[in-house]
């Protein structure tokens, strides 16, 4: 098990350069004869901060409160987290069925072809996320010590995506209905993921229950380290209506962080063991 | 370290007839047959399966050239992808010791929009070269390539010359230790062709391992110095290069010369008076030098042939013009000179040559050494005939006309 893990990283270290030139490639693909060039980069990000706000200005309507500037800053981070893992699978998904003609004519290990899609949409969500530093400041966001955290929480994510990545463009290279499985999950996963909600509002039960989606403890810890700068260290509580509900737990960064790792090795392990079958089922 | 470049021991692969399940929908009923019947050996053929390769063996010594024969889905391309490790085989094993490097699909890693440069970069790293080495052979690239000033065009704009010449040109400077070629010198015109059997010449004499598949029997003839004959995915025959070329021949219902496998003579040039590729009236007259050198003492009896399609037209000898063969000593070489009126009917035609003994077996044997195309001319219609001509013989010296009439052989 590890002897195949082992190689597979050694094997997709040895051919580093061809990943990045076909990250390269993926990259000026996207901007190529595309009109909107490096606006498409901000586009979805802004698309769901937009349907985000809509989301909580008619919450605030039913609950007779103002939306305050500081949750546009939570939906604007979460949304450029979620961006990212949805482009990256996106795009992985389909990597070795689009790239069939390279799969059955010359080898490479077939790690770098989703890894080219998770490296390109990368280099999108950068730009996200070079936008948010001048704008999350404008909305009130200062600077804390717990933006030290941030590193850690954007490791978690790239790993957990690259993990799913490898596992879905593996699964579709066999099962063509993956890809649609994936496109219908994604388009829904924003409800199941507190992007426009944070899990306290869900009740107590129903904060625990957010908590088991990996993303969750991703996303919120990256919300909570920027925007209200809370070390993740601690738990922490906020009151809603005069109750205490829980708003975040260090175990969540735990969980999720296992969960990264799982999905990146098993991934990884399943890739490598069934990758000599892809030039005959593609 | 041994001398092995390739060594594959009993390989077997098993392929399936007709549409494989590639749907959830699809995998729930073969997975339940699959608890049900329990799983199939490896070993055993299911319904639908077969054998693209069944029990394969050789091995090839560094630095020779192996050619890979076969009719149209006798499994060379299976045993391709088995030695590039895009296939692993269902039973059997091999080793290849040194870096491979393939010339199957060179275009394969093209992306249409982007650029000839750009895609050098990144069709150079998909075959597994380092950056630094395709930065230092770009300009090698390029020329070989004869893209020229094309190289900032997206390749989307390219001929489909230009497109299969400048990935030619990048699988050419990958400089690996096993090369793998896959019928790619069909690929350009005329002259590029050429340029790419020289630079093959090259590299078998610097040493590098060759794995050569072709339906060009005269290619592999030239360039291998063994080959292995494939049919319904078994070898039929292999070893010595000219009776493996011989025995694909008789399987294919053609007929095939009975090469010797000592040859003692061979042809050194074969040029025609207006070059390779003529196009002549009905009844112009062309004269081809033929010559020929012996590594030992022998009797020959050199010949020329013309044929259409695959049909002979003209087919005669040297004996049978003169009476007598040609006696050559170790070392000497003669040069005759065929002369024909193309006196035929529009067309194109292949002009062959061989070196014959005086038992039916040939020294060697080639077809379409030149290509004659003759005009379309109604006025002129008449019998072929072929006049020969010795001009240096190393013994035989006078200078001899054969007259037209009694010359021509026609079949």
Known sequence: ?282 | MSDVAIQMESVWKKFQRGERHDSLRDLVPSIARRILHGARPAGELGVDDFWALSDVSFTVQKGDALGIIGHNGAGKSTLLKILTKLLRPTLGSYVTHGRVGALIEVTAGFHPDLTGRENIYLNGSIIGMKRADIERRFDAIVDFSGIGDFIDTPVKRYSSGMNARLGFSIAAHLEPEILIIDEVLSVGDYTFQGKCIRWMQDLLQNGTTVIFVSHNMDAVLSLCSSAILLDHGAVVSQGELTKVVGDYYKRGGRWSPNLLPESSARTVAFSASQGSDVVVEPGERLTFTHTITASSDCELTPGFWVSRGDKPVVDTTYARMRGHPLRLRTGETASIDWSMAFNLPAGVYEIGHHIGNSAGGYHEHSSRACIVTVGDDPRVKGEAYVALELLEGAVERPALHVLPSDAGVLR
Request: hydrophobic residues 55%; contains cysteine; charged residues 15%.
């Open chain 1, 1 to 282: 098990m590890f002897t195949d893990i082992k190689s597979a990283t050694i094997e997709v270290w040895e051919h580093r350069e061809l990943l990045e030139q076909l990250t390269r490639r993926d990259i000026k693909l996207r901007y190529k004869q595309a009109a909107m060039g490096f606006a498409w980069a901000v586009f979805m990000p802004c698309l769901i901060v937009l349907s985000g706000l809509i989301i909580r200005f008619a919450m605030a309507q039913i609950s007779g409160q103002t939306l305050a500037r500081v949750d546009i800053a939570n939906i604007a981070i979460k949304g450029v987290g979620w961006a990212f893992f949805v482009g990256a699978l996106g795009f992985a998904t389909a990597s070795l069925v689009g790239n069939s003609n390279l799969v059955t004519k010359i080898y490479f290990p077939r790690e770098v072809l989703p890894l080219s899609s998770v490296g390109a949409q990368g280099f999108d969500t950068s730009i996200g996320l070079l936008t948010l530093c001048i704008i999350l400041p404008l909305l009130g966001v200062r600077l804390h010590p717990s933006l030290a955290w941030v590193p850690l929480l954007l490791v978690l994510l790239v790993l957990f995506t690259t993990g799913v990545s490898l596992f879905l463009s593996c699964a579709n290279l066999f099962f063509r209905d993956i890809k649609y499985i994936v496109q219908v999950v994604l388009m829904f996963g924003i409800f199941f993921t507190p992007i426009f909600f944070e899990p306290a509002m869900l009740g107590p039960r129903g904060a625990y229950i957010a908590m088991l989606n990996p993303l969750t403890g991703i996303l919120e810890g990256l919300r909570l380290s920027v925007v209200e700068g809370h070390n993740l260290f601690y738990p922490m509580s906020v009151v809603v209506k005069g109750v205490e509900r829980v708003a975040w737990e260090p175990w969540e960064l735990v969980y999720s962080g296992v969960c990264a790792v799982v999905a990146v090795l098993g991934a990884a392990l399943m890739f490598r063991r069934l990758q000599h079958l892809f030039a005959e089922y593609v």
